[in-house]
């Protein structure tokens, strides 16, 4: 089955240590989204690649940074992660054009230590 | 700006009866959707139904169905016959019109619903 997977499902890592999340999908979409999600709070869109066109959210810290290498991977890199960072990292994908659903992945929950 | 609102942190349903998710939208942009999402405590977001600002019917998926009110500018999601499964947060999204074609969602706070037998 076509589908956005995400790993790890479960994240801990370190005050400080740099972590990647990543995120893969077989639906053969062009745009791709990371949403953060605080306990009990509505998704915030962090980002999004255009195909290849990276789109930062004004309100995004720099900490974090993303990749596509290709049309099928995107990775979420936290550079220095604090406990501010703890939270669950949705991965979504949509067709651009259309006006229809993003396909969301099962999210990772990172926790920092 | 654009914005989501649903006023009802936690709603409460017995099992096999109908319950409504009210959800209202400010915006100024004539061609708009409105999506509902549901999240289980497993944290994985399910796409319910969508409602285009043009649909002139409300939308229908199974279960689910949408009562599009434009002139009051509410989404509400109506689920018939709640099952124990159907315990979990609900979102409701608006698209927000971005030039180049892609989606931006905007969310609501969320409803957390929970069924009782």
């Known amino acids: 089955d076509a589908m956005v997977i995400q790993n790890p499902r479960y994240q801990v890592t370190q005050f400080g240590k740099p972590v990647t999340l990543s995120c893969s999908q077989t639906l053969n979409h062009n745009v791709m989204y990371w949403y953060q999600q605080k306990s009990s709070q509505a998704p915030k869109l962090l980002f999004h690649y255009y195909d290849k066109d990276f789109n930062n959210e004004a309100d995004t810290p720099d900490n974090f940074q993303s990749r596509r290498p290709n049309t099928s991977f995107c990775f979420l890199d936290i550079r220095s992660p604090g406990l501010g960072d703890a939270a669950m990292y949705l991965c979504?994908?949509?067709?651009?054009?259309?006006?229809?659903?993003?396909?969301f992945g099962p999210g990772t929950r990172l926790t920092v230590t | 700006a654009q914005k989501i609102t649903q006023t009802q942190p936690g709603m409460f349903v017995q099992e096999k009866e109908a319950v409504t998710l009210d959800c209202t939208y400010d915006t100024s942009d004539q061609s708009y959707g409105l999506f509902w999402y549901k999240q289980p405590s497993s944290g994985e977001m399910i796409f319910l139904i969508y409602q285009g600002s043009y649909d002139e019917q409300n939308a229908t998926e199974g279960r689910y169905s949408l009562n599009f009110q434009k002139a009051r500018k509410s989404a509400n999601l109506v689920i018939s016959a709640s099952q124990l499964g159907d315990s979990a947060m609900y979102f409701c999204?608006?698209?927000?019109?971005?030039?180049?074609?892609?989606?931006?969602?905007?969310f609501g706070a969320g409803t957390r619903l929970a069924v009782h037998p």
């Open positions: 999204a608006m698209r927000e019109r971005e030039s180049g074609g892609y989606n931006k969602l905007i």
């Open positions: 979504a994908t949509s067709i651009s054009g259309t006006s229809y659903e993003q396909y």
